[in-house]
Structures are given as structure tokens and as C-alpha cells.
């Protein structure tokens, strides 16, 4: 079936360090859509990302669609960066599905 | 201010009982979505209605039943109730039908099952 695989699970960083999340995709995606979950529970989305490379603020998506893989950069991280991380790829199997993976939690520390 | 409201925000029910969670959305959107989060599983899509019609059902129970009295309401009524629906669920919504626009979420409704 379609699969999502995030790693790593989780990641702990000194504020100001740099943080590297991975996502692989078992299928054929349109693009991948990365989204951050609060503490909370609340979603939020980030970057939509069809392929090769898109920036917002400090966080830098990454797409090899034909390498079914994904990443997603936050630069100097800060505190308020904790939460998990979320992949999604977007398929479209005669409408459009959002299939996601299990999530990287961070945690950013003074 | 949210602007997918999901009603209530937590809730406590006994095996074998039903429950309704309520959506609205107030982003203007025609296509709505379910969700669900549990503590074993990922973020798994349930439902999707366009204009009110369902489009996508990913939901193998009949216990779960999408009702869409509004364009812009989406509830999702449990029967039956099992431990194991145990979760929270997130309604969700984008502008154009099948997903291709950004998803927003709501804040989740976080259902358990004693």
C-alpha cells in the first residue's frame, strides 16, 4: 500500500542548530506537503512541494520525485520549532489523497 | 480566530455507545475531509465530500457516517463505539475539490472510548 517512512523518529537540537528531516515515499506522488503539528495537537501547513527545491523563512524543501524521497531543512532553529513534523504525499487516485508519515518530533533547547 | 470550528474538543464515551462530531469551516472552501490520529497510526484520511457529495470513502466500518447538512458543515457520527476508536479526529477542508489546493485543519476533537 502507500507508505510514508519519516526519519528520524525524533531529534532533540541546541537552539541555533541546524535540523535535516527525511521523508520516503513508497508511490507515485504529485508532490509532497510538509505540515507541523503543535504540541497541542493543532496542524499546520508548511511548504507544497511537486519537486526540486522551495524556501519559506528558515525552513527548505526538498523534492526527488523520481527518487520517492524528501526533506525538509529548518535553519537556526528556535524553541517555539518544537513540535512534530509532518510528510505527506499527495496521490491522486482519481481524487486527491493525502498519505502521512508518522512524523519527526523535535525538541529545541536553550 | 479558528476558522474550522470542531465541536467538542474533547470527549469521554462507554463501549457500544454513538457519538457526533461537529465541523464547520469558514474559509469559504467546497471540499471537506476526516482524519484520524491515534496513538498506533499515522494521520489517516477517512472522508472526502465535495459540494456536499462524498468522494472518497478510505473507511472500511459503516459505524462511521460523514453528514453534511451545509456546504460548509461536515459532521462525522460514530456508532457503536469500540476502545479501539479511540483517537483524535481532524476535520479538514480545501478550496478546490480533490485536494489539489492547500489542506487546512481544525484543532481535533479527541474521542475516548472506556
Known amino acids: 500500500g502507500q507508505q510514508v517512512q519519516q526519519s528520524p523518529a525524533s531529534l532533540v537540537l541546541q537552539e541555533g542548530e541546524n535540523a535535516e528531516l527525511q521523508c520516503n515515499f513508497s508511490s507515485t506522488a504529485t508532490r509532497l506537503q510538509w505540515f507541523y503539528q503543535r504540541p497541542g495537537g493543532s496542524l499546520v501547513s508548511l511548504l507544497s512541494n511537486p519537486s526540486g527545491t522551495k524556501h519559506t523563512g528558515r525552513l527548505t524543501s526538498t523534492t526527488v520525485t523520481k527518487e520517492r524521497r524528501g526533506s525538509l531543512h529548518i535553519s537556526s532553529s528556535q524553541i517555539t520549532d518544537s513540535g512534530t513534523y509532518l510528510c505527506?504525499?499527495?496521490?491522486?487516485?482519481?481524487?486527491?489523497?493525502?498519505?502521512f508519515g508518522a512524523g519527526t518530533r523535535l525538541k529545541v533547547i536553550a | 480566530d479558528p476558522k474550522i470550528i470542531q465541536k467538542p474538543k474533547y470527549l469521554v464515551a462507554v463501549t457500544g455507545s454513538e457519538k457526533i462530531l461537529i465541523c464547520e469551516q469558514y474559509?469559504?472552501?467546497?471540499?471537506m475531509y476526516w482524519y484520524r490520529q491515534s496513538a498506533k497510526k499515522p494521520l489517516e484520511f477517512m472522508f472526502s465530500y465535495s459540494y456536499q457529495k462524498l468522494m472518497d470513502n478510505q473507511t472500511a466500518s459503516s459505524r462511521f457516517q460523514p453528514q453534511s447538512s451545509k456546504k460548509n458543515h461536515l459532521d462525522l457520527q460514530i456508532t457503536a463505539l469500540k476502545p479501539d476508536d479511540s483517537a483524535t479526529y481532524f476535520c479538514a477542508s480545501s478550496q478546490a475539490p480533490g485536494g489539489t489546493g492547500q489542506l487546512y485543519f481544525g484543532e481535533g476533537s479527541k474521542l475516548t472510548v472506556l
Open positions: 474559509l469559504g472552501h467546497n471540499a
Open positions: 505527506a504525499m499527495v496521490v491522486n487516485t482519481g481524487n486527491y489523497k493525502y498519505v
